[in-house]
Protein backbone atom coordinates (compact mmCIF):
# COMPACT_ATOMS: atom_id res chain seq x y z
CA UNK A 1 0.00 0.00 0.00
CA UNK A 2 2.57 2.67 1.04
CA UNK A 3 4.89 1.56 -1.97
CA UNK A 4 2.23 2.15 -4.25
CA UNK A 5 1.79 5.81 -2.47
CA UNK A 6 5.29 6.14 -2.73
CA UNK A 7 5.38 5.31 -6.49
CA UNK A 8 1.92 7.65 -7.32
CA UNK A 9 3.79 10.84 -5.46
CA UNK A 10 7.03 10.17 -7.51
CA UNK A 11 4.82 9.73 -11.35
CA UNK A 12 2.62 13.02 -9.66
CA UNK A 13 5.84 15.19 -9.54
CA UNK A 14 7.73 13.99 -12.49
CA UNK A 15 4.73 14.70 -14.59
CA UNK A 16 4.25 18.10 -13.08
CA UNK A 17 8.06 18.75 -14.00
CA UNK A 18 7.28 17.44 -17.37
CA UNK A 19 4.52 19.75 -17.85
CA UNK A 20 6.49 23.19 -16.31
CA UNK A 21 9.03 22.49 -18.27
CA UNK A 22 9.06 25.63 -20.70
CA UNK A 23 7.84 24.62 -24.71
CA UNK A 24 10.91 25.01 -27.20
CA UNK A 25 10.09 26.70 -30.70
CA UNK A 26 12.54 24.19 -31.92
CA UNK A 27 13.89 21.22 -30.27
CA UNK A 28 16.20 20.76 -32.48
CA UNK A 29 18.35 24.35 -31.41
CA UNK A 30 21.13 22.39 -29.51
CA UNK A 31 24.17 25.31 -28.69
CA UNK A 32 23.37 28.73 -27.57
CA UNK A 33 24.91 31.96 -29.13
CA UNK A 34 27.69 32.29 -26.41
CA UNK A 35 28.55 28.63 -26.68
CA UNK A 36 29.00 28.75 -30.81
CA UNK A 37 31.09 31.97 -30.54
CA UNK A 38 33.43 29.90 -28.12
CA UNK A 39 33.35 26.67 -30.77
CA UNK A 40 33.92 29.44 -33.50
CA UNK A 41 36.91 31.51 -31.66
CA UNK A 42 38.51 27.61 -31.26
CA UNK A 43 39.31 26.86 -35.04
CA UNK A 44 39.63 23.62 -34.18
CA UNK A 45 37.52 22.25 -36.81
CA UNK A 46 39.50 24.44 -40.05
CA UNK A 47 41.10 21.73 -41.83
CA UNK A 48 43.98 23.34 -44.08
CA UNK A 49 44.89 22.09 -47.84
CA UNK A 50 48.26 20.29 -46.83
CA UNK A 51 46.53 18.28 -44.18
CA UNK A 52 43.58 16.95 -46.76
CA UNK A 53 46.18 16.07 -49.27
CA UNK A 54 47.68 14.00 -46.55
CA UNK A 55 44.04 12.38 -45.79
CA UNK A 56 43.67 12.16 -49.49
CA UNK A 57 46.77 10.43 -50.03
CA UNK A 58 46.71 8.27 -47.25
CA UNK A 59 43.18 7.48 -48.47
CA UNK A 60 41.68 7.73 -45.24
CA UNK A 61 38.53 5.91 -45.11
CA UNK A 62 37.12 8.24 -42.53
CA UNK A 63 36.50 11.43 -44.10
CA UNK A 64 33.57 12.33 -46.69
CA UNK A 65 34.38 15.55 -48.53
CA UNK A 66 30.88 17.60 -48.97
CA UNK A 67 30.76 20.25 -51.69
CA UNK A 68 28.23 23.07 -50.43
CA UNK A 69 28.46 24.94 -53.91
CA UNK A 70 25.72 24.76 -56.56
CA UNK A 71 25.53 21.24 -58.61
CA UNK A 72 26.46 23.53 -61.77
CA UNK A 73 29.92 24.20 -59.68
CA UNK A 74 29.94 20.72 -58.73
CA UNK A 75 29.59 19.35 -62.41
CA UNK A 76 32.55 21.21 -63.54
CA UNK A 77 34.71 20.15 -60.83
CA UNK A 78 35.01 18.70 -57.09
CA UNK A 79 37.69 16.89 -55.01
CA UNK A 80 37.99 13.45 -55.89
CA UNK A 81 35.06 11.64 -53.66
CA UNK A 82 32.96 14.61 -52.84
CA UNK A 83 29.46 14.60 -52.88
CA UNK A 84 27.42 17.48 -53.58
CA UNK A 85 25.11 18.84 -51.20
CA UNK A 86 24.39 22.11 -52.06
CA UNK A 87 23.98 24.74 -48.82
CA UNK A 88 20.28 25.04 -50.01
CA UNK A 89 19.63 21.48 -49.19
CA UNK A 90 21.98 20.80 -46.46
CA UNK A 91 19.16 20.79 -43.40
CA UNK A 92 16.83 18.49 -45.97
CA UNK A 93 16.07 15.08 -44.17
CA UNK A 94 17.14 13.22 -47.51
CA UNK A 95 20.91 14.26 -46.10
CA UNK A 96 20.80 13.74 -42.29
CA UNK A 97 22.23 10.35 -42.73
CA UNK A 98 24.96 12.14 -44.03
CA UNK A 99 25.74 14.97 -41.68
CA UNK A 100 24.23 13.86 -38.86
CA UNK A 101 26.60 10.92 -38.02
CA UNK A 102 29.50 10.07 -35.58
CA UNK A 103 31.04 7.57 -37.88
CA UNK A 104 33.39 9.98 -40.30
CA UNK A 105 34.41 13.24 -40.47
CA UNK A 106 32.77 15.30 -42.75
CA UNK A 107 34.45 18.20 -44.57
CA UNK A 108 32.83 20.99 -46.00
CA UNK A 109 34.25 22.67 -48.84
CA UNK A 110 33.16 25.46 -51.37
CA UNK A 111 35.26 27.89 -53.45
CA UNK A 112 36.29 30.41 -50.19
CA UNK A 113 35.25 29.57 -46.80
CA UNK A 114 32.25 31.46 -46.51
CA UNK A 115 30.10 28.77 -47.99
CA UNK A 116 31.48 25.90 -46.08
CA UNK A 117 31.67 28.04 -42.65
CA UNK A 118 27.61 28.73 -42.98
CA UNK A 119 27.11 24.89 -43.03
CA UNK A 120 29.99 23.93 -40.21
CA UNK A 121 27.77 27.07 -38.45
CA UNK A 122 24.42 25.61 -38.71
CA UNK A 123 25.23 22.08 -38.37
CA UNK A 124 26.87 22.86 -35.20
CA UNK A 125 24.08 24.91 -33.67
CA UNK A 126 22.15 21.57 -33.81
CA UNK A 127 24.10 19.95 -32.17
CA UNK A 128 25.80 17.70 -35.52
CA UNK A 129 29.50 16.41 -34.69
CA UNK A 130 32.20 15.65 -36.87
CA UNK A 131 31.98 18.37 -39.34
CA UNK A 132 35.12 20.15 -40.31
CA UNK A 133 35.61 22.86 -43.38
CA UNK A 134 38.68 22.93 -45.56
CA UNK A 135 40.34 26.60 -45.13
CA UNK A 136 40.93 29.08 -47.62
CA UNK A 137 38.13 26.04 -49.71
CA UNK A 138 39.54 24.95 -53.28
CA UNK A 139 41.41 28.43 -54.10
CA UNK A 140 43.64 27.92 -51.25
CA UNK A 141 43.41 23.90 -52.90
CA UNK A 142 44.79 25.10 -55.80
CA UNK A 143 47.37 27.79 -54.87
CA UNK A 144 48.97 25.47 -52.17
CA UNK A 145 48.32 22.18 -53.49
CA UNK A 146 47.91 21.98 -57.04
CA UNK A 147 49.88 25.23 -57.87
CA UNK A 148 52.09 25.34 -55.12
CA UNK A 149 54.22 28.42 -55.24
CA UNK A 150 58.33 28.02 -56.14
CA UNK A 151 59.81 29.22 -53.29
CA UNK A 152 62.90 31.55 -53.26
CA UNK A 153 66.47 30.06 -53.32
CA UNK A 154 67.24 31.88 -50.31
CA UNK A 155 63.98 30.30 -48.74
CA UNK A 156 64.80 27.85 -45.47
CA UNK A 157 65.06 24.06 -45.83
CA UNK A 158 61.41 23.55 -44.45
CA UNK A 159 60.10 26.29 -47.59
CA UNK A 160 61.54 23.53 -49.83
CA UNK A 161 60.89 20.19 -47.68
CA UNK A 162 57.37 21.80 -47.61
CA UNK A 163 57.54 22.05 -51.55
CA UNK A 164 58.79 19.04 -52.57
CA UNK A 165 55.57 17.71 -50.42
CA UNK A 166 53.53 19.55 -51.94
CA UNK A 167 54.62 19.49 -55.98
CA UNK A 168 54.23 15.65 -55.30
CA UNK A 169 51.22 15.92 -53.83
CA UNK A 170 50.24 17.92 -57.09
CA UNK A 171 51.03 15.37 -59.28
CA UNK A 172 49.22 12.78 -57.24
CA UNK A 173 46.20 14.89 -57.81
CA UNK A 174 46.64 15.62 -61.35
CA UNK A 175 48.20 12.69 -62.84
CA UNK A 176 47.09 9.85 -64.49
CA UNK A 177 46.37 8.03 -61.61
CA UNK A 178 43.86 10.82 -60.32
CA UNK A 179 42.07 10.76 -63.59
CA UNK A 180 41.44 7.42 -63.60
CA UNK A 181 39.84 7.08 -60.25
CA UNK A 182 37.62 9.91 -61.35
CA UNK A 183 36.62 8.05 -64.69
CA UNK A 184 35.05 5.17 -62.41
CA UNK A 185 32.06 6.91 -60.74
CA UNK A 186 32.91 6.99 -57.20
CA UNK A 187 30.65 4.43 -55.25
CA UNK A 188 29.43 5.69 -51.99
CA UNK A 189 29.90 3.31 -49.04
CA UNK A 190 26.86 3.26 -47.13
CA UNK A 191 26.68 5.83 -44.28
CA UNK A 192 25.76 4.50 -41.30
CA UNK A 193 22.59 5.96 -39.38
CA UNK A 194 23.45 7.62 -36.42
CA UNK A 195 22.98 5.28 -33.42
CA UNK A 196 23.85 4.82 -29.41
CA UNK A 197 27.69 4.24 -29.12
CA UNK A 198 28.12 1.00 -27.53
CA UNK A 199 30.65 -0.73 -26.11
CA UNK A 200 33.25 -2.06 -28.42
CA UNK A 201 35.39 -5.35 -27.66
CA UNK A 202 34.53 -7.69 -24.83
CA UNK A 203 33.77 -11.85 -25.59
CA UNK A 204 31.89 -12.46 -28.38
CA UNK B 1 3.26 7.78 11.29
CA UNK B 2 6.80 7.05 10.41
CA UNK B 3 5.91 6.66 6.65
CA UNK B 4 3.87 9.33 6.28
CA UNK B 5 6.87 11.02 7.51
CA UNK B 6 9.10 9.50 4.70
CA UNK B 7 6.53 10.10 1.88
CA UNK B 8 5.93 14.03 2.92
CA UNK B 9 10.10 14.42 3.33
CA UNK B 10 10.33 12.68 0.00
CA UNK B 11 7.36 15.15 -1.74
CA UNK B 12 9.32 17.93 -0.42
CA UNK B 13 12.47 16.98 -1.87
CA UNK B 14 10.67 16.86 -5.32
CA UNK B 15 9.14 19.57 -4.98
CA UNK B 16 12.65 21.98 -4.86
CA UNK B 17 13.41 19.78 -7.24
CA UNK B 18 11.09 21.16 -9.94
CA UNK B 19 11.57 24.31 -8.35
CA UNK B 20 15.39 24.37 -8.83
CA UNK B 21 15.28 23.07 -12.51
CA UNK B 22 12.26 25.34 -13.56
CA UNK B 23 14.52 28.20 -12.13
CA UNK B 24 17.85 27.14 -14.16
CA UNK B 25 15.89 26.58 -17.20
CA UNK B 26 14.44 30.15 -17.39
CA UNK B 27 17.83 31.60 -16.10
CA UNK B 28 19.74 29.93 -19.11
CA UNK B 29 18.01 31.62 -21.37
CA UNK B 30 20.07 34.50 -21.96
CA UNK B 31 21.75 33.71 -24.99
CA UNK B 32 19.46 31.37 -26.57
CA UNK B 33 18.90 32.31 -30.56
CA UNK B 34 15.69 33.51 -31.44
CA UNK B 35 16.11 32.16 -35.13
CA UNK B 36 15.99 28.78 -36.16
CA UNK B 37 18.93 26.77 -38.09
CA UNK B 38 16.35 26.57 -40.63
CA UNK B 39 14.98 30.20 -40.64
CA UNK B 40 18.58 30.90 -40.96
CA UNK B 41 19.65 28.51 -43.82
CA UNK B 42 17.25 30.41 -45.71
CA UNK B 43 18.80 34.08 -44.81
CA UNK B 44 22.08 33.11 -45.34
CA UNK B 45 21.39 31.85 -49.21
CA UNK B 46 19.78 34.73 -50.28
CA UNK B 47 22.89 36.54 -49.36
CA UNK B 48 21.23 40.48 -49.02
CA UNK B 49 22.99 41.34 -46.32
CA UNK B 50 26.08 41.70 -48.02
CA UNK B 51 27.14 45.43 -48.92
CA UNK B 52 29.17 46.66 -51.21
CA UNK B 53 32.39 48.28 -51.35
CA UNK B 54 30.97 51.13 -53.64
CA UNK B 55 28.08 51.61 -50.90
CA UNK B 56 30.21 52.24 -47.92
CA UNK B 57 32.32 54.58 -50.01
CA UNK B 58 29.44 56.62 -50.72
CA UNK B 59 28.44 56.54 -47.16
CA UNK B 60 31.58 57.53 -46.10
CA UNK B 61 31.11 60.72 -48.03
CA UNK B 62 27.30 61.26 -45.59
CA UNK B 63 28.37 59.87 -42.55
CA UNK B 64 26.05 59.20 -40.18
CA UNK B 65 24.10 56.47 -42.51
CA UNK B 66 25.88 53.18 -41.38
CA UNK B 67 27.99 52.82 -38.29
CA UNK B 68 30.41 50.00 -39.29
CA UNK B 69 32.04 47.60 -36.88
CA UNK B 70 36.03 46.73 -36.98
CA UNK B 71 36.05 42.81 -35.41
CA UNK B 72 39.50 42.95 -35.70
CA UNK B 73 41.43 42.95 -32.39
CA UNK B 74 42.55 46.16 -30.83
CA UNK B 75 45.88 46.21 -31.86
CA UNK B 76 44.52 45.48 -35.17
CA UNK B 77 42.41 48.23 -35.37
CA UNK B 78 44.61 50.93 -33.83
CA UNK B 79 46.98 50.24 -37.02
CA UNK B 80 43.75 50.57 -39.33
CA UNK B 81 40.75 50.97 -39.92
CA UNK B 82 37.68 52.16 -42.27
CA UNK B 83 36.84 55.94 -41.34
CA UNK B 84 34.54 55.91 -38.74
CA UNK B 85 34.54 53.00 -37.34
CA UNK B 86 33.71 51.25 -33.73
CA UNK B 87 35.93 48.22 -32.76
CA UNK B 88 34.24 45.02 -30.99
CA UNK B 89 36.30 42.18 -31.38
CA UNK B 90 35.00 38.96 -32.53
CA UNK B 91 34.93 37.27 -29.02
CA UNK B 92 33.53 40.15 -27.44
CA UNK B 93 30.37 40.57 -29.85
CA UNK B 94 27.96 39.39 -26.91
CA UNK B 95 29.29 41.48 -24.00
CA UNK B 96 26.55 43.30 -22.34
CA UNK B 97 28.54 46.58 -22.89
CA UNK B 98 27.63 46.07 -26.68
CA UNK B 99 23.89 45.92 -26.41
CA UNK B 100 23.10 49.41 -26.71
CA UNK B 101 24.83 49.58 -29.88
CA UNK B 102 22.98 46.84 -31.58
CA UNK B 103 20.27 47.70 -30.33
CA UNK B 104 20.04 50.87 -32.41
CA UNK B 105 18.27 51.20 -35.03
CA UNK B 106 21.33 52.92 -37.60
CA UNK B 107 22.11 50.39 -39.80
CA UNK B 108 25.39 48.55 -38.78
CA UNK B 109 28.28 46.87 -41.42
CA UNK B 110 30.08 43.89 -40.31
CA UNK B 111 33.78 43.60 -40.98
CA UNK B 112 37.07 41.87 -40.17
CA UNK B 113 40.52 40.77 -41.42
CA UNK B 114 38.57 38.04 -43.16
CA UNK B 115 34.49 38.81 -44.19
CA UNK B 116 34.31 34.91 -43.11
CA UNK B 117 34.69 36.25 -39.61
CA UNK B 118 32.21 38.96 -40.38
CA UNK B 119 29.81 36.36 -42.09
CA UNK B 120 30.14 34.29 -39.02
CA UNK B 121 29.34 37.18 -36.35
CA UNK B 122 26.70 38.45 -38.63
CA UNK B 123 25.04 34.93 -38.25
CA UNK B 124 25.02 34.81 -34.43
CA UNK B 125 24.19 38.09 -34.26
CA UNK B 126 21.17 38.16 -36.85
CA UNK B 127 19.85 34.40 -34.71
CA UNK B 128 20.38 36.00 -31.35
CA UNK B 129 18.12 38.83 -32.50
CA UNK B 130 19.49 41.47 -33.56
CA UNK B 131 18.57 43.66 -37.02
CA UNK B 132 19.89 45.88 -39.36
CA UNK B 133 22.97 44.00 -39.51
CA UNK B 134 25.05 44.04 -42.58
CA UNK B 135 28.68 42.49 -43.76
CA UNK B 136 31.04 43.72 -45.67
CA UNK B 137 31.44 42.08 -48.96
CA UNK B 138 35.07 41.79 -48.40
CA UNK B 139 38.07 41.72 -45.92
CA UNK B 140 39.69 44.98 -44.94
CA UNK B 141 42.72 43.94 -46.75
CA UNK B 142 40.58 43.91 -50.10
CA UNK B 143 39.41 46.93 -49.13
CA UNK B 144 42.66 48.86 -48.77
CA UNK B 145 43.72 47.24 -52.03
CA UNK B 146 40.69 48.21 -54.07
CA UNK B 147 40.11 51.46 -55.42
CA UNK B 148 38.30 50.71 -58.47
CA UNK B 149 34.66 49.63 -58.21
CA UNK B 150 33.39 46.59 -58.25
CA UNK B 151 33.81 43.82 -60.34
CA UNK B 152 32.20 40.84 -60.83
CA UNK B 153 31.00 38.44 -58.12
CA UNK B 154 30.24 35.21 -59.66
CA UNK B 155 26.98 33.12 -58.75
CA UNK B 156 26.82 33.63 -55.62
CA UNK B 157 27.68 37.31 -55.13
CA UNK B 158 30.05 36.52 -52.49
CA UNK B 159 33.59 37.71 -52.65
CA UNK B 160 35.48 35.17 -50.96
CA UNK B 161 33.69 32.89 -53.28
CA UNK B 162 34.73 33.99 -56.47
CA UNK B 163 36.64 30.82 -57.82
CA UNK B 164 40.13 32.50 -58.63
CA UNK B 165 41.05 29.46 -61.06
CA UNK B 166 39.43 27.80 -63.40
CA UNK B 167 39.45 24.50 -61.70
CA UNK B 168 39.10 21.73 -64.45
CA UNK B 169 40.84 23.66 -67.24
CA UNK B 170 43.65 24.16 -64.74
CA UNK B 171 43.54 19.94 -64.38
CA UNK B 172 43.16 19.58 -68.48
CA UNK B 173 46.83 21.17 -68.72
CA UNK B 174 48.23 19.30 -65.99
Known sequence: MNTRIIISIIMISLGSIAAMLPKTKNSSIQLKADELLREMKRQTYVISADELADLLINQDPSILLIDVRDSVDYAQYHLPGAINIPLKELLDPEWAPYVDQISQKNIFYSNGTTLSSEAWILTKQIGFRNNYILGGGLNKWFSTIIKPEFPATSAPSETWALYETRKAASQYFTGSKAADKEENAVILPPIPRKKKTRVQGGCS | MKHIYIISLGGLILLMGMFFIVVTIQSNNHFKFKKTAREMLLDVTTPDHYISFDQ???????????????????????????????????????????????????????????????????????????????????????????????????????????????????????
Do not use: C
Open chain 2, 56 to 174: VRESLNSPGKYKLIDLRTPKEFVGSHIEGAINIPFDRILDEAHEPIFKEDLPKILYGESPVTANAAWMVLTQYGYENLSVLNGGISAWMNSSKSEDTLGNTGIRDEISNFDYAELLDDN
